[in-house]
Structures are given as structure tokens and as C-alpha cells.
């Protein structure tokens, strides 16, 4: 923005003024005014949660080779800040499923995501994490998300790395503007989450316990599956 | 030199000979297809062909290249384990393919499943090998020392690389065979 030198050399003038005390009243309002950008927490969170994503260092297949160009300076995912690969997914907030993924990988697969803190994303990369792809045989899994929540798909075999990128930059989206549009509505989650979320303080031990029953009891009540009310609530309490 | 197959075809039929003398009615066929001299042999006489083209001095085939099953379902009989040998000092190479009957159709037993003599003791590379048969064709090779599913989980059922098992995967929809599901897109 352009600044002309009269403008600067009043706003000058004025911010001594206002730190010498003097400004008060309308002129003080204006100032503080002009200052101020109005937003929710919320808002301003996932704005920074969508803009810090680490992604998990997880190669499954022939994807990974376009999924390690990500980070070259040419395509540079740094320019999204999500450059940060953690080798660990206890650090890691998006977990690239950039393969295929066969029926010995699935529970290795759903062990990582179950270890990633919330909250947490997931792209599906390429036709094989999607839908099985080419693979259409005994060994590999049609499909990520039939055995976990997948927020993203991003089509092609393999897909550029660009392509990623709008994937990813759709992924940002969802998590700046509505988060709740992720799996945890299609998968009817919503409360699930890993983290405490109550109406007033911290999270006790008791409110988690709380949380825990309801979850057992909405289980409970869609049916199928009473026996287990004893065991402690997955994480989903879709099953 | 170069493409010359050794050992040639009297050459196998000298083998085939040797081995007969050893063990009468071994070897049911000699075979020299695609550059590859094969012996076919019944599968109790596997372990005795092996031995003998490993051990007797003028021949020497001491490595085990390759071991794997296949399964030409409509024929019988049905199952072959195909070993692949090597004499390292001359670079001959000669193919040594076992024909097993599936007892499923003998006894109408569908669980029962075909058997051949281990060849771990003669060449320690075939417990992998071995494993790998077993896994996906479920052909049982007696005196194994660890027989259990090497690639496939350890739960799974089934014999995955037999013919007559479902490929799997889930039908997908295409312009050419939308027609057989009319009004799909409701």
C-alpha cells in the first residue's frame, strides 16, 4: 500500500501524540480504530492451524516419489507452510497416504493415524489410496477410508505433485473455513473427538469419563452392539 | 557358444537315464521348450532327482536358482513345482518340474491339500521358497522345518495365486459396462 508522505507524517504525529497522552476521546477511537483487525478465536485458530500443517514422513508406495518432490524447490510446499515432514506421527497433524495400501499395511496404517494427536487430517493420494486403483485384487484394500476417515481424495496415478497441492490447499480451506465439513460429519462423529471439548474450565478426568459414557451410551441406543459397553470407547464410536 | 542350450537334448536324455538307473520310473518325460531342458518327474522321485543331480560327480548343479508352484487348473494333474538348478562351473542350467494331483479331486476332500517332499536339507534356500509355495498354491512340503505364510498375513484363508480363487477387488463402473446396470445413477 501506498503511503504518501503527508498521510506518514500525520500518523506520525498523531502516534506521539497518543503515546504522549494526549490523544483522547474521538480522536483516540479513530486511532485505535484504524489499528484493529476484528476476529473470533476460533477464526484466528484455524487460520493457524490450516497455515502450520505437519505432515507425516509416510511413503507407501510410488506416490511418495511424487509426495518427496513436494518439498523441492520447485514445487515447495513450504510455500504453505506445511514443509515440515515429522518422522513421528505422535508431531505430525496430516497423514499422506501415498500408495497403495495392502491388507498386511492396512492395521500398520490405522496404527500411525490412531497415534497422530487431534486434531488431525487425512489425503488419500492417487487411485490406489482411493479406491484401490489398478490393484483390483485379493491383496490390497479397495480403498483407504474403509478402515479410516479420509478428509481428502486427490485423484490421478500418480498425481503431480501440483495436484497435490490443490488438494492441499482444498484441505486448508476446509480446515480455515469449516472444519466440521470433514469426515467427522459424513462418519456422524461429531462429538468424538480425542481432545476434551466442554462447556466450561479444563477437562477433568470425570467430564472425560463423561464423555466416554455418552459415547457408550449413543452406541448402546443405535444398536448391534451391547456386549460391549465394558470395553473402553474407540475413538470413533462408529462401530 | 552363447545360445547354445546345455545340456542339449541327448545330453538330458543321458541324465534322465542316470537318474532312472538310480530310482526306477522317476522321471515320467524329457522336455526342451523355450531354451529350457526340463525333467518331469512323479512327485515321490523329487527328492532322489535332486540329490542325485546335485551330488554325482560329473554333473554338479549345487545351486537352486529358483523354486515356485504353478497351477494349470483344467489340466491334471494339476499342480507343478518347478525347481530351477544351476552348475555354476559350466553355467548349465536344467529344470527339474514335479506334477502333483490335487487331492480335491480324487477324494472330493476340498481341504485336503497336495503334498511334495521338502528339499530343505538338499538346498537351505528353499525354506523361503518353500514358505512362498506353500502360501499362495497351499502345497505341503512335507519336513519342512517352518511351514507358515511368509508374504500373505498369517490369518488369511484361502490360496490367493490358485486359479480358481476370486481375483477380488469390487466391480467398477465404466462407460463399456455401465449397461449392464441400468439407471445406476440413482
Known amino acids: 500500500m501506498e503511503v504518501e508522505r503527508e498521510t506518514l507524517r500525520g500518523r506520525q504525529l498523531r502516534a506521539r501524540d497518543l503515546l504522549r497522552g494526549d490523544l483522547e476521546g474521538k480522536d483516540l477511537e479513530e486511532y485505535v480504530e484504524e489499528r484493529l483487525l476484528t476476529t473470533t478465536l476460533e477464526k484466528a485458530l484455524n ?40 518422522a513421528t506421527p505422535r508431531q505430525a497433524d496430516l497423514l499422506i497416504l501415498s500408495g497403495r495400501v495392502s491388507i498386511k499395511m492396512a492395521p500398520v496404517v490405522r496404527r500411525v493415524y490412531d497415534q497422530m494427536l487431534e486434531p488431525k487430517w487425512v489425503m488419500a493420494m492417487g487411485a490406489c489410496s482411493s479406491s484401490g486403483g489398478m490393484f483390483a485384487n485379493y491383496a490390497v484394500v479397495q480403498g483407504a477410508d474403509k ?72 452406541r448402546d441406543t443405535r444398536g448391534g452392539s451391547a456386549g460391549v459397553a465394558e470395553e473402553p470407547p474407540d475413538s470413533w464410536g462408529t462401530s | 557358444m552363447g545360445n547354445q542350450l546345455m545340456p542339449d537334448a541327448p545330453g538330458l536324455e543321458l541324465i534322465a537315464q542316470g537318474i532312472e538307473e538310480g530310482r526306477e520310473g522317476t522321471v515320467i518325460e524329457t522336455s526342451v521348450e523355450h531354451g529350457k531342458a526340463t525333467l518331469i518327474v512323479r512327485p515321490d522321485g523329487v527328492l532322489h532327482t535332486l540329490s542325485w543331480l546335485r551330488d554325482t560327480p560329473d554333473q554338479g548343479y549345487r545351486f537352486l536358482s529358483s523354486l515356485h508352484a504353478a497351477d494349470y487348473l483344467p489340466a491334471t494333474p494339476r499342480f507343478a513345482v518347478h525347481y530351477e538348478l544351476l552348475c555354476r562351473e559350466r553355467v548349465e542350467r536344467i529344470n527339474v518340474k514335479a506334477l502333483l494331483e490335487d487331492p480335491a479331486d480324487t477324494n472330493g476332500d476340498a481341504e485336503k491339500l497336495p503334498e511334495l517332499g521338502s528339499c530343505v536339507d538338499l538346498f537351505p534356500t528353499a525354506e523361503f521358497q518353500e514358505r512362498e509355495a506353500y502360501d499362495f498354491f497351499g502345497i505341503v512340503f512335507r519336513g519342512h522345518p517352518d511351514l507358515r505364510r511368509i508374504a500373505m498375513p498369517e490369518d488369511y484363508v484361502g490360496w490367493p495365486q490358485r486359479r480358481d480363487f476370486p481375483i477380488g477387488g469390487e466391480p467398477v463402473l465404466y462407460t463399456h459396462n455401465e449397461i449392464e446396470a441400468p439407471r445406476w445413477f440413482e
Open chain 1, 47 to 86: 487460520w493457524g492451524r490450516a497455515n502450520a500443517v505437519f505432515p507425516m514422513t509416510f511413503g507407501l508406495a510410488c506416490c511418495a516419489i511424487e509426495q518427496i518432490s513436494l518439498v523441492t524447490s520447485r514445487y515447495d510446499i513450504a510455500r504453505f507452510g506445511a514443509e515440515a515432514f515429522r
Open chain 1, 147 to 218: 478402515f479410516m476417515p479420509v478428509d481428502i481424495h486427490v485423484p490421478g496415478c500418480p498425481p503431480r505433485p501440483e495436484a497435490v497441492l490443490h488438494g492441499f490447499n482444498k484441505l486448508q480451506r476446509l480446515v480455515r473455513g469449516k472444519p466440521d465439513l470433514g469426515w467427522r460429519q459424513r462418519y456422524n462423529a461429531i462429538g468424538t473427538e480425542e481432545w476434551a471439548r466442554f462447556e466450561s474450565g479444563e477437562p477433568t478426568t470425570e467430564a472425560i469419563e463423561r464423555a466416554a459414557q455418552a459415547v457408550r451410551e449413543q
